[in-house]
């Protein structure tokens, strides 16, 4: 298994432009969760989607940010306009079951707005 | 709100030596997990304790979960230079019951050799 594949994995773009991060979650798994880690705010849950639905979005930090999941092998978080304090590294995971399993972590994406 | 809270924030030892991190939580829980990262990578699972549980092994591993206390903590023993890393809790919140994971700050850990 090539487990949780994200794409790109890094990013440099200016401030103002529309940034899209993708992920491949592990075949099988129900549940999706996309985290920002930052030194200052450490490792932040953004959104998480259960059997391809939004069940938390709560940590989406405002409208700029939004997330779909089209079908069980696809997500994407996008962010539109981007500014440099978005600037972070964003990681995609998923797991069979939610918060009740063990989560699998992608590489992350690192994102830099200048 | 922060769940988890590890402690030390970091920690230096000599290889060979014990390593023990500490997580203090709030909230009741249905499992508390422990993940390791290593510099400019993805998180990786280390093993996972249910509330009914008091202690689970896992090669070096050891952790030990005390529910009236809302603390857990992980012992790394025989340390290698090859665990520096950052150690995280993970808590879910058993009101919530959404399934929804809460990590911690981290533990940075240091492994001399």
């Known amino acids: 298994d090539a487990g949780v594949i994200q794409s790109p994995r890094h990013e440099v773009t200016e401030m103002g432009q529309e940034v899209t991060l993708r992920c491949k979650p592990i075949?099988?798994?129900?549940?999706l969760f996309w985290y920002r880690q930052t030194m200052m705010r450490g490792l932040e849950l953004l959104i998480y989607?259960?059997?391809?639905?939004?069940?938390?979005d709560s940590g989406m930090p405002e409208d700029r940010f939004s997330a779909k999941m089209p079908n069980a092998s696809f997500s994407t978080l996008k962010i539109q306009p981007s500014e440099p304090r978005d600037s972070a590294v964003y990681f995609c995971?998923?797991?069979?079951?939610?918060?009740?399993?063990?989560?699998?972590f992608g590489p992350g994406t690192r994102l830099t707005v200048t | 709100s922060q769940q988890g809270e590890e402690d030390p924030q970091a920690l230096s030892i000599q290889e060979g030596e014990n390593a023990t991190m500490n997580c203090s939580y709030k909230?009741?829980?249905?499992?508390l997990q422990w993940y390791r990262q290593n510099s400019g990578r993805g998180l990786v699972h280390l093993i996972l304790?249910?509330?009914?549980?008091r202690e689970k092994h896992s090669g070096r591993l050891r952790v030990t979960l005390d529910t009236s206390k809302k603390s857990s903590s992980l012992l790394i023993t025989a340390s290698r230079a090859a665990d520096t890393a950052s150690y995280f809790c993970?808590?879910?919140?058993?009101?919530?019951?959404?399934?929804?994971?809460?990590f911690g700050q981290g533990t940075t850990l240091q492994v001399k050799p």
């Open positions: 995971a998923s797991s069979f079951a939610g918060g009740y399993d063990e989560q699998y």
């Open positions: 989607f259960n059997n391809n639905v939004p069940i938390d």
């Open positions: 304790i249910r509330s009914n549980e």
């Open positions: 993970a808590t879910d919140e058993r009101s919530g019951n959404t399934g929804k994971l809460i």
């Open positions: 075949s099988g798994h129900n549940s």
């Open positions: 909230t009741s829980i249905n499992n």
